[in-house]
């Protein structure tokens, strides 16, 4: 059980007037007019306000962490980020009301070296009492410092753990995370929330609340032969810990050339059965792809992600009728 538990009954001092900005800039980053210019203040001063130190390294020594660095470009992905910030805004509002004194506490899984997520949470309402966890010790110095220089250190407690093993000191309200790099095969978002969907309180929002990654191919000499071959993976946290890994997936009867695998992963925020049932679209990153040429015509390749592995697996029938060409988080063929 992590030591830390939420101060409850200390007073919270107001937020800074550099804070109150920050939340202006989170509201104003989706507007079509404004949008762009907020989104280029708000880089550059959560950068100004997390500049820490560097006597402590980069480190990656919890599976599927970060560097600082690299975290800190998510970001600029500013589709997921508009999405997971009106997410986050309509949870807090809906749990507001539904309790309607008293502290409302939130995990942030992964808070990165901004805290992105933990800022929005706790400017969202001033009752929002954060847990933010991260497994990178230079993130972790960063984002302390980026919180303290806001004065918000009463509402978010910043911690250095793995979040797919560590125990909450409470159980939260609203549990975030956004921790699914390489559709799910880098980061761990599935493993953390396994182990943290579990631990929220009762009607909690879980933000989000279900992952999918599709897997498509496509012909790179036919462009237009592009087959969606499904859900590789579909993992849900709505409160049932319902959860389901689909069965390997086949494409049969490709031609011979090189073909072009996709895997695409979405989240999703119709959230917790207690809130309203769609908040937030969903939201994708293509990033994780192979390029292989089938050297038979007539051969097929079945692809598979046995839960909680950093690959997807390519399998050829017959074997040997696929050659690699370039993979990223692919391997063939299993053994
Ligand atoms: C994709 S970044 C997102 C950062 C921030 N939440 C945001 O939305 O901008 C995910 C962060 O989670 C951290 N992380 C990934 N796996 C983790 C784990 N098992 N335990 C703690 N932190 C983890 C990474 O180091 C990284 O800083």
């Known amino acids: 059980m992590l030591d830390h538990t939420p101060d409850i009954a200390a007073e919270q001092n107001p937020p800074s007037q550099e804070a109150l900005r920050v939340g202006e800039l989170l509201k104003q980053v989706a507007d079509p007019k404004r949008g762009g210019l907020a989104q280029e203040n708000l880089v550059r001063t959560l950068r100004e306000h997390s500049r820490a130190s560097d006597r402590l390294g980069e480190s990656v020594a919890v ?13 600029q992905d500013w589709n997921r980020t508009v999405t997971f910030l009106s997410a986050i805004s309509s949870a807090v509002q809906t749990l507001a009301q539904r309790k309607s004194e008293g502290p409302l506490y939130a995990v942030d899984a992964g808070c990165g070296p901004f805290a992105l997520l933990s800022l929005a949470l706790a400017l969202e309402n001033d009752r929002i009492q954060v847990l933010a966890i991260e497994g990178n010790p230079a993130s972790v110095e960063r984002a302390t ?3 303290n220089n806001l004065g918000l250190s009463d509402r978010i407690h910043i911690i250095l753990e793995d979040c797919t093993t ?11 995370t956004e921790t699914f790099d390489n559709g799910l095969l880098k980061e761990q978002g599935v493993q953390i929330l396994d182990n943290l969907a579990p631990q929220v309180g009762p009607r909690a929002a879980i933000l989000p609340c279900e992952v999918s990654v599709e897997c498509s191919l496509s012909s790179m000499s036919l462009p237009e032969a592009h087959m969606a071959l499904g859900d590789i993976y579909r993992g849900c946290w709505n409160g049932d ?8 997936l086949i494409a049969a009867g490709l ?22 049932s769609k908040i937030g679209s969903a939201i994708s990153l293509k990033e994780t792809m192979a390029v292989f040429r089938v050297l ?12 909680g592995e950093p690959y997807v697996y390519l399998e050829s029938s017959p074997r040997g009728a696929v050659e690699v060409v370039h993979f990223i988080h692919c391997k063939t063929p299993r053994v």
């Open 145 to 147: 410092t980026l919180v």
């Open 241 to 248: 810990e319902s959860k389901a890994v689909n069965e390997p």
């Open 63 to 75: 599976p599927g962490t970060l560097y600082s660095k690299t975290a800190e470009n998510c970001l």
């Open 296 to 307: 038979e015509d007539g051969a097929s390749i079945t692809v598979s992600h046995p839960p």
């Open 166 to 176: 560590c125990e909450l000191p409470c159980a939260p309200d609203l549990l975030v």
């Open 255 to 276: 031609l011979r050339g090189l073909y072009h695998l996709q895997l695409e992963s979405s989240y999703h925020f119709p959230c917790g059965g207690a809130l309203t």
